[in-house]
């Protein structure tokens, strides 16, 4: 157990809650009074602490800031009805962070410093925790190689932290995708499964064009034939054509293994839809169009939840759909969030009480 390293806690003086609105506040742009950080050196996790929330002081010549050994996670917090503070499924997000870390040549971090780590800080700031529906606390984990050198190589030192930013939506209406044929996101054999910053940097100019056209967001599509749809944007995707729900399979690594998506897989069975997990091509979602069998198209991710779509461009061709028709995605996000919200027996196990 952490307590074995003793956690040192600084606490604010003074706490910043009463000055946010925890009402309609936007994704990502307030966080909480602490933070945890640690440093990796000589082979160990010390220096763990947790401490007031405050700027970093770095050497400009941090490796990270040249060569993106960085990675990250997003976790949610919620609280039930009693106000008792819960995570979903921090382990898993904890697996799936020490997978992109061995891919970035970075440390593993041990599972007492991320999620033991995590649960006393959430602890510290719980007043934090939104209770507006579709408001959660956001938990950001997150790992850079912190050695002061610009020579290409893995470095010694590394710093873990998380920050805690309470949060509503991040697509709020149904959105608009442009499928995308030029530019790759990944590819097999590159770093497509891990939770890389530079994955998310490499999108921004793709993103940037497909606004510029007046989408939301791309649909990317495989880097090889630009024939297999992959993900959307900071999304995994699924397709309701006719009684099942289809989701692009992980076996060739160039999709982020998600843990909202792996939910929505349990959920949708249990809804009684028959969920395959395997290669679709744009070409197999403009023919279930066609024939009238193409019903719904969402996204799922911590941030993004579950998020309509409701039009799809491919080429010239453009498929619409009329959201306010579905079944699946709003009934999905409604077992999603009775579980989250603790108004629904947690059946799987998925709340880590704090
Ligand atoms: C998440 O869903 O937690 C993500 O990582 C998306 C984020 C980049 C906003």
């Given at each position: 157990m952490i307590a074995a390293y003793g956690i040192p806690v600084t606490r604010v003086e003074r706490s910043k809650l009463h000055d946010i609105p925890l009402e309609n506040i936007p994704f990502g742009k307030y966080f909480t009074d602490h933070m945890l950080e640690a440093d990796y050196e000589n082979g160990e996790w010390k220096n763990i602490e947790i401490k007031p929330y405050q700027p970093l002081l770095l050497s400009p010549s941090v490796a990270a800031l040249h060569y993106g050994q960085a990675i990250f996670e997003g976790i949610k917090a919620y609280k039930d009805k009693e106000g008792n503070p819960f995570i979903f499924r921090p382990v898993d997000n904890y697996k799936r962070f020490n997978l992109s870390a061995e891919r970035m040549?970075?440390?593993?971090?041990?599972?007492?410093?991320?999620?033991?780590g995590m649960r006393q800080l959430i602890d510290l700031d719980k007043n934090w925790i939104p209770e507006k529906d579709d408001h959660s606390l956001y938990i950001r984990p997150f790992m850079f190689s912190s050695d002061e050198l610009i020579g290409v190589r893995p470095s010694d030192t590394y710093k873990f932290m998380i920050i805690?930013?309470?949060?509503?939506?991040?697509?709020?209406?149904?959105?608009?995708i442009y499928v995308e044929e030029h530019y790759s996101r990944a590819a097999p054999g590159g770093i497509?499964?891990?939770?890389?910053?530079?994955?998310?940097?490499?999108?921004?100019?793709?993103?940037?064009?497909?606004?510029?056209?007046?989408?939301?967001?791309?649909?990317?599509?495989?880097?090889?034939?630009?024939?297999?749809?992959?993900?959307?944007g900071t999304m995994n995707v699924f397709f309701i054509?006719?009684?099942?729900?289809?989701?692009?399979?992980?076996?060739?690594g160039t999709i982020l293994a998600g843990v909202t998506r792996e939910s929505a897989v349990t959920l949708l069975e249990e809804m009684g839809y028959k969920v395959e997990e395997?290669?679709?091509?744009?070409?197999?979602?403009?023919?279930?169009y066609q024939a009238g069998s193409l019903n719904e198209v969402f996204g799922t991710g911590t941030a993004a939840t579950i998020s309509l779509i409701k039009e799809?461009?491919?080429?010239?061709?453009?498929?619409?759909?009329?959201?306010s028709k579905w079944e699946a995605a709003p009934e999905l996000k409604k077992r999603l969030n009775d579980i989250r919200q603790s108004k629904v027996i947690d059946k799987h196990g998925w709340m880590y009480k704090v």
């Open positions: 040549q970075m440390p593993t971090v041990p599972r007492e410093l991320f999620v033991e805690l930013s309470p949060t509503g939506p991040y697509y709020v209406a149904p959105m608009r497509g499964y891990a939770k890389a910053a530079g994955n998310y940097g490499a999108s921004m100019l793709v993103t940037a064009e497909a606004k510029k056209k007046g989408y939301d967001q791309v649909l990317w599509t495989d880097a090889l034939e630009h024939k297999y749809v992959q993900e959307i054509i006719g009684d099942k729900a289809i989701t692009p399979d992980l076996t060739q395997r290669k679709i091509s744009i070409d197999e979602l403009v023919e279930a799809l461009r491919y080429k010239d061709f453009v498929m619409n759909f009329d959201v």
